[in-house]
């Protein structure tokens, strides 16, 4: 009951702060009783001391809610089991004071500090897979190299953080990283890049009425319009984000803003608006213990002063500048950095290598898939393929059997005609025979029998010897017909007939 009670009431507090209701989170603050501070399970104190820490941009206040943040998170998450459900939402407390933490020790110069928590942070953040937060921690990591002149790994991690941003939808966010990509841009003085850069995050943060990204990108097109010498259009930008920081307290924009202008009016020879202006942005830096703005604010300042030839105050700005410069860029700072970078590739290609494993591995499951797919297809295709082989093949061998079965069935008929051609002609020649030698016979008889009749018209004329031997005549004639009658009978009787083929 006390963590639904305690989710409503940051839902209702969460609109008092986004407008702005510092005063009365502060107030329910400190009437929280000691029994919901005291129970691990009621983050109602934590949930207000980090919107309180997010919206707050007072330095000295910011700090304060921080590191009140940071000790009471740390606290109750110690005594909440590990596997708590209060436990993602208390981590992401803890990356977000990391992340201030960093931000924090980057304004004072100490870069391997401010990349230990930036590395911690993004360690929480992609656990718990805030995207948004994920992209955050790149742009800070991003700014941190800038700060001591490594614009390669910069712009590198800028880049990297812009795409997980553009992926987030935290349009504050993508604008904020547009312009800092931008500005790396600047710094490599490819101000044509910058200015589109710095024109689109103007762009977003307009669109999206995000008041603070509209007076960074004010700020910095106007240093771009310096560069350009374009510098009434340069005023004209820089004055209206420094009335928008000083409406809505931005502080580290403002300190920039006001140097710009100095630097701006420095350039037209207008020594005395510069020199107004850089002494507020050096006093504004000052406040806000940020290394870096106190050394451009006291660059500007020794340069105005040589230009009015004060010695004294050239010299001590010229000292100021070179303590600052020393504090960012010395050579153990840039030690520290190279081996924080180094830690955090080493992080940061572990995960790589374990995300590259898992792609690897499903790749290689999906690749294993496709293989059996790709090789039951190829087996269904290679027994379709052996099938219609087998099919053709034993259809081309009925087709040829069938073939020679009708050339050897026409070579019978055509043997059966041939025979039966050279049976006719067998016929025809014993016909022929037949009928020559009963020509011959025919003709034999008759002599004979004309013999005989001789021989009977001699007997009766002569003696019967003559008669008895015609008889004899008549006899062998008449056995000669009985003998010509049965060859011919026994001859037609061998006769074969013309066999006959069943085809």
Same mark, same amino acid.
């Given at each position: 009951m006390k963590i639904k009670t305690?989710?409503?009431l940051f839902l209702f507090l969460s609109l008092f702060v986004r407008a702005q209701k510092a005063d009365s989170l502060i107030l329910i603050l400190k009437n929280i009783p000691e029994s919901r501070k005291n129970n691990p399970e009621d983050t109602l104190e934590?949930?207000? +001391? @980090?919107? #309180?820490?997010?919206?707050?941009?007072?330095?000295?206040?910011l700090e304060?809610?921080?590191?009140?943040?940071?000790?009471e998170t740390e606290r109750k998450m110690g005594k909440l089991p590990a596997k708590h459900p209060l436990q993602k939402t208390l981590k992401k407390y803890l990356a977000f004071t990391y992340n201030e933490l960093g931000l924090r020790n980057r304004d004072k110069g100490n870069v391997a500090v401010a990349l230990d928590y930036f590395n911690a942070a993004l360690r929480i953040f992609e656990e718990l897979g805030l995207q948004s937060w994920i992209g955050t921690c790149y742009n800070n990591i991003a700014n941190t190299y800038s700060d001591i002149g490594n614009l390669?790994?910069?712009t590198n991690f800028m880049q990297?953080? +812009? @795409?997980? #941003?553009?992926?987030?939808?935290?349009?504050?966010?993508i604008a904020i990283g547009t312009l800092n990509l931008g500005y790396l841009f600047y710094l490599q003085n490819k101000h044509a890049t910058a200015l589109i850069y710095y024109s689109k995050g103007l762009k977003i943060a307009t669109k999206t009425k995000d008041t603070y990204g509209e007076a960074l990108a004010l700020e910095r097109i106007g240093q771009i319009y310096i560069k350009q010498t374009r510098y009434k259009e340069a005023l004209v930008c820089l004055k209206k984000s420094l009335f928008i920081c000083e409406r809505y307290q931005y502080p580290k924009i403002k300190a920039n803003s006001l140097n710009t202008i100095g630097v701006c009016y420095k350039l037209q020879k207008r020594y005395n608006l510069s020199l107004k202006y850089s002494k507020m942005a050096l006093q504004l830096s000052k406040e806000l213990n940020n290394a870096v703005r106190i050394r451009n604010a006291a660059l500007n300042?020794?340069?105005v002063y040589e230009k009015l030839g004060k010695a004294k105050e050239t010299f001590y700005m010229y000292e100021l500048y070179i303590q600052m410069k020393d504090s960012v860029d010395n050579e153990i700072t840039n030690k520290l950095a190279l081996k924080k970078q180094i830690e955090f590739d080493y992080e940061k290609n572990k995960i790589t290598k374990k995300q590259e494993q898992e792609n690897l591995k499903k790749l290689l499951k999906q690749k294993q898939q496709y293989y059996l797919l790709l090789g039951i297809v190829s087996l269904v295709l290679i027994t379709f393929t052996f099938y219609s082989l087998y099919f053709w093949y034993?259809?081309?061998?009925e087709k040829i059997t069938k073939n020679l079965h009708l050339e050897l069935k026409e070579k019978l008929r055509r043997e059966v005609i041939d025979k039966e051609l050279i049976a006719n002609s067998i016929i025809h020649i014993q016909e022929q025979e037949r009928e020559k030698l009963a020509k011959e016979l025919s003709m034999g008889i008759n002599r004979l029998l004309a013999s005989a009749k001789d021989k009977l018209v001699i007997s009766t004329k002569v003696d019967s010897e003559t008669h008895l031997e015609a008889?004899?005549?008549?006899?062998?004639?008449?056995?000669e017909i009985r003998n010509i009658a049965g060859n011919q009978e026994n001859l037609l009787t061998n006769k074969k007939k013309p066999e006959r083929w069943n085809y």
């Open positions: 305690g989710l409503t934590c949930g207000i +001391l @980090y919107y #309180l820490a997010r919206w707050n941009l007072v330095p000295k206040d304060v809610y921080t590191d009140r943040l940071k000790k390669n790994d910069a990297k953080g +812009l @795409y997980i #941003l553009s992926k987030s939808g935290d349009h504050e966010e300042l020794k340069e034993k259809f081309k061998e008889i004899k005549l008549l006899d062998t004639a008449i056995q």
